[in-house]
């Protein structure tokens, strides 16, 4: 299960990727449940995106609130 802060991170990954701290505790947590992965831009910098299984958790989690 996600914490609220770990729920709230997948969140804003999604919906603004760009905005996101680097350094995130909950990064970490996310990353090994492997809801999100870095990726590498073509201008060479790195940004968090949800991975496949990290939307379907989205879509799971919005559908039982």
Known sequence: MLSPHEFATLL???DAPNQVDMDREELDAL??????Q???LASGLKQ???TDIG???IRAIKRLS
């Open 12 to 14: 804003l990954v999604k």
């Open 31 to 36: 990353f090994e449940r492997q809801l999100v």
């Open 38 to 40: 870095l990726e590498k």
């Open 48 to 50: 968090w995106r949800v």
């Open 55 to 57: 939307d379907t958790a």
